[in-house]
């Protein structure tokens, strides 16, 4: 396939998309998983708030495909910010996951209140000089909370996972990660399919291109240079949603989509998260 990888900050390579596994139960797991490694996915975004790793590393086990063929990333959960407990709930999410090493690892949510985030990340900088880790990032951090951090700290985070979606473009932040070397993975880049994929500007366009509304939009984002990890359990949805490879947009239709902004925000506000308010 061409063009599916991007190159991280650091020059690793991550497939431009991967199977978001939220919410994918141990029931499910075989299933989706099997489906997404048949149809060609590599790349799988799980985090201790999942409480799937166990399942994921299992299934992948068994698939017997070599481990460096995976992309697998994993997330800090809040409760468990600071630089020790960092430290040992990574080695933990190896464990479940049966591997000895991450290719990604992400702090969940800045939680600037509880002023953690940047020991928490001195903590992923340590698990990387020692190469358990290929590269480290973060997730929800706004532009102020990546320039506190990179003041902080040693290494630029590779990856800034934010929900992003033709409702909610975030396009100032993409700017300045994209100024900043900071790759962009869109959570719920399909919106949870609530409405967006009816939008008859996105069915209009999927109809010209013979592709469907899913596809135009996860094409939209690789189009913004970002990473993508839709989430399906559906064998039909998880193929559907890899097949993007082979059509582009045009410029003029990449533009409608971004009009279709409206700074519709469907999940947290980073700044109202703080340590032991999600669960
Ligand atoms: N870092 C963070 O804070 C954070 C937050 C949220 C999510 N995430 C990550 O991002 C991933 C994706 O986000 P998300 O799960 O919230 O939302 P999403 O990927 O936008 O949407 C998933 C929903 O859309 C449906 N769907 C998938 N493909 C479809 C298609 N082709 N046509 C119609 N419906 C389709 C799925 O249904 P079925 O499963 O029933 O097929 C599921 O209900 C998560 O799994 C997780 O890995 C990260």
Redesign the pocket.
Known sequence: MENDVYYLNNGYPMPKI???????TDNEMAT?IESALEVGYRAF???YL?DNEVALGRVLKQSEIARDSLFITS?LWNDYQGFESTLKQFNQSLERLGTDYLDLY?I??PCAEDDLFIESYKALEQLYEEGKVRAIGV??FTKEHLEKLMDATDIVPAVN???V?PYFNQQQLQDFCDDNDIAV?????????RGL?DDPVIVEIAKRYNK????VVLRWHLAHNRLI??????P???E??FNIFDFNLEVTDIAEIDALNRNDRQ??DPDSVKIGTLR
Not at 186 to 191: D, I, N, T, V
């Open positions: 991967g199977l978001g596994v939220y919410k994918i989706a975004d799980t985090a999942y997330k992400l969940h949510w997730c929800n996972q934010v929900e979606h993975t869109a959570w719920m880049p399909l919106m949870r399919n994929l469907t509304p899913a596809q990890i839709p989430k399906s359990k559906t039909e949805r998880i559907e949603n999940g947290h």
